[in-house]
Each structure stands twice: as structure tokens, then as C-alpha cells.
């Protein structure tokens, strides 16, 4: 059965913090991704990578980074939490993207507050 | 780059029938997806539409009308359960990327 497990599934940190968020997957897909979802405005991708140790900026990069050193790992780092960091975030991964491959399976969500 | 619009919340009775429209803009279009998420919960895969036409998968339904840039998302016999928030999502134009609607609020009520 598919699987993606995200490490943590509540957090609080403190501003300033530098978080971790972590991501395994055991589909062997090619493609992982973090999202960050909001009241109102939907999934947001902060970032994707399509192979080990590459990556790509999304639409929200900006005060992360991310870290994919294996294929099934794919890690979301926050440098200085900040509080409009506060929010759920979702790993995913997906199979190489072709005509008829279309599906992207979810971990449960990491829910981080920042104080 | 890409957008997708949808309701922000539908409501129905159980039993009934619903459509979650999606209209979308995209440079480039490798078919239309829907995930279903239930509070609390992650976002789960129900159906995908590559090419023009309805898709049907037991209760649920999915239509595209790529000329249109438009689907739909057919939700019969509603029952309870269904209470969820439900996303359009395309192929976005960097070839690997997904970007979702904003996402419908459904309510079934008894």
C-alpha cells in the first residue's frame, strides 16, 4: 500500500527556532513535494524535487529550504520560524509525471505552531 | 502560469446529487485531478480526466471539456461521509509540478 509518512504530526516552536520537518517514502516515486496549506488559500507548494539532490522552487519558497539526499527522503527545513509560519504542511510524492500518471499521494500533515 | 477556480462551499442533502465545477488557466495541460480531504485529514486521490469526457468510479464522476477548461466533479447518492473539502488540480507547466484549486466545501445534511 502506498506510504508516505511525515515524522511529526504536531509541533510548536519558538521564533527564531530552526525547524525540521521530515518526509519518508517508501513508493520509490522519483518526485516529492511540501505544500503548505492555509484557511482559504488552499495548497500552496513551497518546494519540489523530481531527483536526489535536486530540487525546485515553488510558489512560497521563501524562509525555507528543503534537503532530498535519498531517493524516499525528502526534508522540509524552516531556517528561523517565524509566526505567519504557522500552519499545516504537506509532503507528497509522485511517480514521474506522464500522460495518464496523474496521482500524488499525501503523508497526514504536519501541523507547526509557531510562538 | 497556472490558476484554477472553484466554489468555496456547496451544500446538499443526503441522497441528493452535487457538481463541484473547476475552471482553470494553464500554459500547459496534462489532464485534470480530484482529491478529496476530510477534516483533519491529507488530501486522497478520487479521479482523473485526461482527455474530454465523463470518467466514472462508483458513486463519483468526473467530466473535462478541454476546450472549455473546464470539469466537473459528480458527487450521487450523497451520503454523510462525503462531508469533506474537495480540489481540482492540473499539471502544472514545469512538467512535474501540481497546482490545486483553492478547494469546495461540501456539506451533506440529514
Known amino acids: 500500500d502506498v506510504k508516505v509518512t511525515q515524522s511529526s504530526r504536531y509541533l510548536v516552536k519558538r521564533t527564531g527556532e530552526k525547524v525540521f520537518l521530515e518526509c519518508v517514502q517508501d513508493?520509490?516515486?522519483?518526485?516529492m513535494f511540501w505544500y503548505r496549506q492555509d484557511p482559504g488559500l488552499g495548497l500552496r507548494l513551497i518546494y519540489f524535487s523530481y531527483d536526489v539532490k535536486m530540487k525546485e522552487k515553488g510558489d512560497i519558497p521563501e524562509g525555507y529550504s528543503v534537503s532530498r539526499e535519498k531517493k524516499e527522503r525528502f526534508s522540509l527545513i524552516l531556517e528561523s520560524a517565524s509566526t505567519n509560519q504557522t500552519s499545516m504542511y504537506l509532503c507528497?510524492?509522485?511517480?514521474?509525471?506522464?500522460?495518464?500518471?496523474?496521482?500524488?499521494?499525501f503523508g497526514e500533515g504536519s501541523w507547526l505552531t509557531v510562538v | 502560469g497556472q490558476s484554477l477556480e472553484q466554489p468555496s462551499e456547496v451544500t446538499a442533502v443526503e441522497g441528493a446529487i452535487v457538481q463541484i465545477n473547476c475552471t482553470y488557466q494553464t500554459s500547459g495541460f496534462y489532464g485534470l485531478s480530484w482529491y478529496q480531504q476530510h477534516d483533519g485529514g491529507a488530501p486522497t486521490f478520487l479521479s482523473y480526466?485526461?482527455?474530454?469526457g465523463l470518467e466514472e468510479t462508483g458513486r463519483f464522476s468526473s467530466f473535462l471539456s478541454r476546450s472549455d477548461s473546464y470539469g466537473y466533479l459528480l458527487l450521487q447518492e450523497l451520503q454523510m461521509k462525503d462531508s469533506a473539502s474537495y480540489f481540482c488540480?492540473?499539471?502544472?507547466?514545469?512538467?512535474?509540478?501540481?497546482?490545486f484549486g483553492p478547494g469546495t466545501r461540501l456539506s451533506v445534511l440529514p
Open positions: 507528497a510524492s509522485s511517480l514521474i509525471t506522464r500522460i495518464g500518471e496523474n496521482t500524488i499521494y
Open positions: 513508493m520509490d516515486h522519483e518526485n
Open positions: 480526466n485526461a482527455l474530454d
Open positions: 488540480a492540473v499539471r502544472g507547466r514545469r512538467d512535474q509540478n501540481f497546482v
